[in-house]
């Protein structure tokens, strides 16, 4: 089996991330500077949340260039380490620091839902089966799901954009169909990985999801993913957190 990985790999993904990360500040910025906040809250704010934001993928890239969640001879996973504790850790600071729980509040959900276009970088897992570098049982089902999410998420977002209440169940399905690709995605990943907890595809392992550039898909795009839902859906939890001052996502787009 070829473990090494594609030249195309690492500047797909890294860019792809860069991309996603760059449009997130940027609505998150264009939504604080319509916020009704003292202008040095929201300074503190965009500044503060940025620098957890790129601080955590310069992190997920060093440990990744590191090796810490393995390849092919690595015995024990590791890999889960780099994908639960974020979300355990941006969960906890939700709830525990007021700044990020208004911050996040004040963000239209249509742009929380939208900006997860980038799920249709997922194509990468199909375009890697197609050429024999990852195996169908992973693949298919995480490829599909993501360009699914992602195809769909800027129609989602036009359509609560335009009537938040008629559009609010659709939004909540989206997310936990977005949700549950997460979870079949990485649980795969899991069982089709070389591990003990390898059930699958024993002849062709997915080894490259635990390697730079790929690992950072489940250590960084797919803890930021379920936190962006996660922020999503307390909007629908909690409609009036919307600010009417605060432009949607048309407004943001131009």
Avoid: C
């Amino acid at each position: 089996m070829n473990y090494s990985v594609p030249g195309y790999l690492t500047l797909y993904v890294l860019t792809g991330s860069i991309a996603a990360i760059a449009t997130l500040l940027f609505g998150l910025h264009r939504a604080l500077e319509r916020a009704p906040w003292p202008q040095k809250e929201r300074a503190k704010a965009f500044w503060s949340l940025s620098a957890i934001i790129v601080g955590w993928f310069i992190l997920a890239v060093v440990t990744s260039l590191a090796a810490w969640y393995g390849g092919a001879s690595r015995k024990v996973p590791t890999i889960q380490y780099g994908l639960l504790i974020p979300i355990l850790v941006g969960v906890l600071l939700f709830w525990k620091w007021p700044l990020l729980h208004r911050a996040a509040a004040i963000v239209p959900n249509e742009w929380i839902v939208g900006i997860q276009f980038y799920r249709t970088l997922g194509v990468i897992f199909l375009v890697l089966y197609a050429v024999g570098r990852l195996p169908a049982l992973f693949a298919l089902p995480a490829g599909l799901g993501d360009v699914s999410v992602g195809l769909l998420a800027p129609l989602v977002a036009t359509a609560y954009a335009r009537s938040p209440h008629e559009a609010a169940r659709r939004v909540r399905l989206w997310n936990q169909f977005g949700i549950a690709d997460l979870v079949i995605a990485v649980s795969l990943g899991f069982l089709t990985s070389p591990s003990p907890l390898q059930l699958a595809s024993f002849d062709q392992p997915s080894v490259l999801i635990s390697i730079f550039p790929l690992s950072l898909i489940p250590i960084y795009m797919v803890p930021l993913s379920i936190l962006l839902h996660f922020a999503s859906l307390r909007h629908l939890r909690h409609p009036d957190v919307r600010n009417s001052t605060v432009p949607g996502f048309a407004q943001l787009t131009k």
